[in-house]
């Protein structure tokens, strides 16, 4: 059995939030182990991906709902189309997506603060994007302004299937309205539309109160000394929700939370980077959301004569 309905993106658009409280609906079925466990874009991967999750399922109860979600499957075309390949024909695809620019900043601060982002965020964010070329690690995450193009992840994702089968919505709406955008979303995946959802803040990037913790978290030292003893007493499930409950524990989401912040001169230039794919997402697709968006609002800058 593999998934019928899976949000592919944006990363640091809320997908964790999502995730989680379509997951309490009683005609969802998911478990933290659907969520960013890549079954179709890492060609290491290359097995039957419905092995892969079939111990996960132990728990499911007849849901007509099965729920995956993986934020970077629409940077890569191999990945969609593999998932057409595979899953069934009732496939839905949720796409939830947030200002590019924003996204960025919010993706850079929340790697550095997974201690996973070394660079200075000048370092990072001042380049000039190119194609993604082959799935790999740095693509997936460190990619912060192609991860922005949002027009042209659609035009892979329409590649393969009917727009009828998706579903687009805006960061924004849903941190305003997550009932209403919940409800939304019920609808599109045909189940009661009724049942109110918990949509909590996951993956906040906030402000860390303490390195060493963090270090403990995510550096790897736990599992490297422990590894063994942990995968004996406890499940994936039970160590996921605790690292998370930590992590929750060890970040302040208060708005005085320092964060690096882009100057003004790479913000405006990153507006205008994303300006074309921006108006393609109103004018191609639709999603009249970003029309509120700083980068379509800005002109497009003259060229030099």
């Known amino acids: 059995m593999l ?27 998911s478990v933290p182990e659907l969520k960013d466990n890549d079954l179709f874009a890492d060609p290491e991967n290359s097995g039957d991906p419905a092995s892969r999750i079939k111990p996960y399922l132990r ?30 024909d009732d496939l839905k695809l949720i796409l939830i997506l947030r200002a590019p620019t924003e996204r960025a900043e919010s993706a850079y601060n929340y790697f ?33 302004i192609e991860h922005g ?28 309205d997550a009932a209403g955008v919940g409800q939304r979303i019920l609808r599109f995946l045909g189940v009661d539309d009724a049942i109110p959802l918990n949509f909590s803040e996951k993956n906040v990037t906030g402000q860390l109160r303490s390195g060493w913790v963090q270090d403990l978290l995510y550096t790897g030292v736990v599992r490297n000394c422990f590894g063994a003893l942990l995968d004996r007493v406890s499940t994936l499930d039970q160590r996921t929700r605790i690292k998370e409950k930590i992590s929750q524990w060890n970040t302040s989401s208060s708005a005085s939370a320092e964060k690096d912040t882009l100057s003004p001169e790479i913000r405006e230039r990153l507006y205008q980077k994303f300006h074309q794919d921006v108006r ?26």
């Open 3 to 29: 998934p019928n309905a899976i949000i592919l993106g944006a990363q640091k658009a809320g997908t964790t939030s999502l995730h989680s409280g379509l997951a309490s609906h009683p005609d969802i079925f």
């Open 59 to 88: 728990t499911k109860k007849g849901e007509p709902i099965l729920l995956h979600t993986h934020v970077n499957y629409m940077l890569y075309d191999h990945a969609l189309r593999r998932i057409r390949e595979l899953c069934s």
């Open 112 to 144: 550095k603060k997974l201690r996973r982002e070394r660079r200075e965020i000048v370092q990072a964010m001042d380049y000039e994007p190119g194609p993604i070329q082959g799935y790999s690690y740095e693509n997936n995450d460190f990619t912060y």
């Open 149 to 176: 193009f949002y027009a042209h992840q659609l035009d892979q994702v329409k590649a393969e299937f009917s727009l009828d089968k998706c579903l687009l919505l805006d960061y924004h709406d849903f941190r305003k």
């Open 280 to 305: 393609r997402l109103v004018d191609e697709y639709g999603f009249e959301a970003a029309r509120h968006w700083p980068e379509y609002q800005k002109k497009q800058a003259s060229p030099p004569q």
